[in-house]
């Protein structure tokens, strides 16, 4: 986790800040419960338009992954060139609840990637906004083992 308490964020609107730190934001549909990543304004499942923002946690598993070896396109473009990229993973991480959450990887080595391992919500640096203040994006990192 970035020390910043309450950094600018990208997509402010997929993150909310708790006293135990950030945690994913998407919605919920109240008439048949289904889930959703990004939030959205109506339900696929039941046609239905009464959604409620809904917090999705800050841990899960990970599901599948790769490492991103070119230089994302619009709108994902972070303002990297070619001379400053570096590979990053991206994967699904299952939450709780079932729901998968596409997501940058803080690690870009398959070595220490592993399917159904536990991730963590952190906050990485993604670009710098014209007025020279860091913008930041979530991003998954593999979770520290519980304290024994």
Known sequence: MHSLEHPKLACGHLVQFRSDG?????????????????????????????????????????????????????????????????PYGVGYVEMPSGIKVESRLTVADPAALRIGMR??????????APDGEPIFTYAFAPALPAAA
Do not use: H
């Open 22 to 86: 950030p945690s994913l934001l998407g919605s919920r549909c109240r008439r048949c419960d289904e889930l959703y990543f990004p939030a959205a304004r109506s339900c696929t499942r039941c046609s239905g338009n009464d959604l409620e923002a809904w917090p999705l946690g800050s841990e899960g598993l990970l599901w599948s992954w790769t490492i991103q070896g070119y230089l994302p396109k619009a709108p994902y473009d972070s303002g990297e060139t070619d001379a400053d990229f570096t």
């Open 119 to 128: 991730m963590a919500l952190t906050l990485e640096p993604y670009r710098v």
